[in-house]
């Protein structure tokens, strides 16, 4: 089974700095994608970012970044000026595919409440 | 291009009855997923959907069952409503164009409140 583990159930940050959110992950699965959604107060699930698992070099969206630590099975996105609009709750999600098929599913985890101060 | 929508957007019931959820996927996406999202529980996944079959189930019991439509369309139906099946659904969609393994992108949701 896999699980996906986000222990900051709340974050606050300060416009314009830096804040990184905490995911782990748990599977036995070699082929993964892993996903950070956020959801804003209008309850509607945005895609922030998505990372294969196969690749090595950390995946960038503008001033969203993440650092894949495949082997400490860790994935934490980083948002870089932060702005007032970045506030939500943030969760981490994970897909796993067997043989080319995929579950179809995403585990997602607790999430993350993100507060921004003007 | 038009998101994912899902109708309605409120839903009331009462214990015992029927609920019916719909969801049309982003134009040329075939896959629909549904996930519960219920207060202190996070987000479950309930099903997937992909060219009009059902492809995987979560943990959930059989009165939560649903159909996809020749045009990718789907429905969610929970029988014999309980107190505990009140949450907010969400839906998403996704492509298999570039492999097994598409994005999914969500729906604004069903709030449905089971009285």
């Known amino acids: 089974a896999q699980t996906v583990t986000q222990s900051q159930p709340e974050m606050s940050v300060q416009e314009a700095e830096t804040v990184t959110l905490s995911c782990t992950y748990d599977?036995?699965?070699?082929?993964?994608?892993l996903f950070w959604y956020k959801q804003p107060p209008s309850r509607q699930m945005i895609l922030v970012i998505r990372q294969e698992a196969y690749k090595q070099q950390n995946a960038t969206e503008n001033r969203f970044s993440v650092n894949f630590q495949k082997a400490a099975k860790s994935f934490s996105l980083k948002i870089s000026d932060s702005q007032l609009g970045d506030a939500a709750m943030y969760f981490c999600a994970f897909s796993a595919s067997a043989g080319g098929t995929s579950y179809g599913k995403l585990t997602f985890g607790q999430g993350t409440i993100l507060t921004v101060h003007p | 291009e038009a998101g994912v929508t899902q109708s309605p957007t409120h839903l009331i019931k009462t214990r015992g009855q029927q609920a019916t959820l719909r969801c049309s996927p982003i134009s040329g996406h075939t896959s629909v997923y549904w996930y519960q999202q219920a207060l202190g529980l996070g987000l479950q996944f309930l099903l997937w959907?992909?060219?009009?079959?059902?492809?995987n189930r979560g943990n959930f019991p059989p009165r939560f069952s649903g159909r996809q439509f020749p045009n990718y369309s789907s429905e969610l139906n929970v029988n014999a409503l309980e107190l505990e099946d009140s949450a907010l659904y969400l839906c998403?969609?996704?492509?298999?164009?570039?492999?097994?393994?598409?994005?999914?992108?969500f729906g604004p949701g069903t709030r449905l409140l089971v009285l």
């Open positions: 959907y992909d060219e009009g079959e059902e492809r």
């Open positions: 599977t036995s699965e070699s082929d993964y994608y």
């Open positions: 998403a969609s996704s492509s298999r164009l570039r492999g097994p393994q598409e994005t999914q992108y």
